[in-house]
């Protein structure tokens, strides 16, 4: 079974340029990217082993490995999604032989595939790779992830809302405008550096986000942001008031969709609703141009408002 396989312990030129090369995902999903995961491993990956298994240049497994056990690339924490680095679609049987190979060749004992969205083809195919092999698989839930599913227009988007949040928006909206001078602006590579320290000192208003800012996560989202903007798979767009910055959004830009990584707003405009209604100015900037707007992680109450639907992440754990 383990013809064709090779382990890489580093994220050397050559792995970077084949898995750039298949991560035909990446235009949905940028915790895909090599760059990404790479930047992870070098903040936090110390007490791993890192193993990229490549199977036939045709299918990767980016595995962090400790005490046996081996997990995706990266943490819960900071990745809201994640899967196996192909094209097109993943082939069974070399999905079969990554884990039986990472079983008998890699020293693990027990695989943990975090954040996999619930009935995915990922999913599935995990399902159908342990029956083959005989191996145990346990599912459980991890989270929640809404979406909204946009229409063609404003209007239709308001009127996809229930009677009461879209009278809620509607009035909020009002009374921001009556305050004063709005704007979205956006960040380049200009002013980057500035906006993020911006961005931060907007997240770090809120307690749960200060705490969980820590300099490490800083470094991690400050370099995935800046590679985002830079290479045009990002924006940090601000939500200014009168010429302050008052909140602010870091989304992913992918295809057809956008996807909401993290947001601050200034507390002492909360009765403005400002951090709700960056989310609605942006929804309203974007309208036209994408059909998803992706919220991650997370089962906050604002998102329903906004209309999203859920879909479930879940974990999977395979053992022999």
Known sequence: MST???????????????????????????????FVRESWFNIFGSDYDLMILNHS???????KVKDKSGSWVGSQDLFDFNDLIFQEEIKQSLL?????????????????????IQDSPLHKKLIEA????????????????????????????????????????????RRLEEAGDINIETTNTENLRERISIFFALMIENKEKKKFLTSARKKF????????????????????LNGSYVAASFYFVQESKISVYNSGFDQSFSELSVGLLN?????????????????????????FRLGCESKNLIKIEIRE
Request: net charge neutral.
């Open 130 to 173: 342990c029956r083959t092999l005989n191996f145990n698989l346990e599912v459980t839930f991890e989270d929640v992830s809404p979406v909204i599913k946009l229409p063609k227009t404003w209007n239709d988007y308001l009127m996809s809302l229930t009677k009461k949040n879209r009278h809620e928006i509607r009035r909020k909206m």
């Open 96 to 116: 079969v032989d990554l884990i039986f190979f990472s079983f008998q060749k890699c020293g693990i004992n027990r695989l943990d595939f975090f954040s996999i």
């Open 4 to 34: 064709g396989i090779s382990i890489h312990k580093e994220f050397s030129e050559s792995i970077k340029i084949l898995w750039d090369s298949l991560n035909t995902q990446g235009v949905t999903s940028p915790f895909l990217n090599s």
């Open 221 to 240: 989202m400050s370099e995935i942001i800046s590679d985002a903007i830079q290479n045009d798979y990002g924006d940090l767009n601000f939500l200014t």
């Open 279 to 303: 989310h609605v100015l942006n929804i309203k900037k974007r309208i036209d141009t994408f059909a998803e707007v992706d919220f991650l992680r997370g089962g906050e109450n604002y998102k």
């Open 57 to 63: 240049d045709q299918l990767l497994m980016p595995l």
